[in-house]
């Protein structure tokens, strides 16, 4: 498995890419450092990464009732990275489509 999982393309992730327009949002391996990820996205995208921030999200307790009872629940645990390329970059996710 790569250190680049996935872009995130949420509406709250495209708030903050429309209001700093060089910040993108990544789910990265949960084993990977900053300059793993930087080096990466260099890489994959060609892009100068000008800063990596990094959040561990720790997975959530869930319930759910249903006929046969009580069904409990985990959701999955990550880590995500906030990218801020250098200025005048930019990423476009949809130029292959």
Same mark, same amino acid.
């Given at each position: 498995?790569?250190?680049?999982?996935?872009?995130?393309?949420?509406? $709250?992730?495209?708030?903050?890419?429309? $209001?700093?327009?060089?910040?993108?949002?990544?789910?990265?391996?949960?084993?990977?450092?900053?300059?793993?990820?930087?080096?990466?996205?260099?890489?994959?995208?060609?892009?100068?990464?000008?800063?990596?921030?990094?959040?561990?999200?720790?997975?959530?307790?869930?319930?759910?009732?249903?006929?046969?009872?009580?069904?409990?629940?985990?959701?999955?645990?990550?880590? $995500?990275?906030?990218?801020?390329?250098?200025?005048?970059?930019?990423?476009?996710?949809?130029?292959?489509?």
């Amino acid at each position: 498995m790569g250190i680049l999982i996935k872009p995130i393309l949420t509406e $709250k992730q495209t708030a903050i890419s429309e $209001k700093f327009p060089n910040r993108y949002g990544f789910r990265v391996a949960p084993s990977a450092n900053k300059m793993e990820i930087k080096k990466a996205i260099e890489e994959v995208y060609g892009v100068k990464v000008e800063s990596v921030n990094t959040l561990n999200y720790a997975g959530k307790r869930k319930s759910r009732y249903t006929k046969a009872g009580v069904i409990n629940g985990k959701t999955s645990a990550y880590k $995500k990275a906030i990218i801020t390329l250098k200025d005048g970059e930019s990423i476009d996710f949809f130029s292959n489509i």
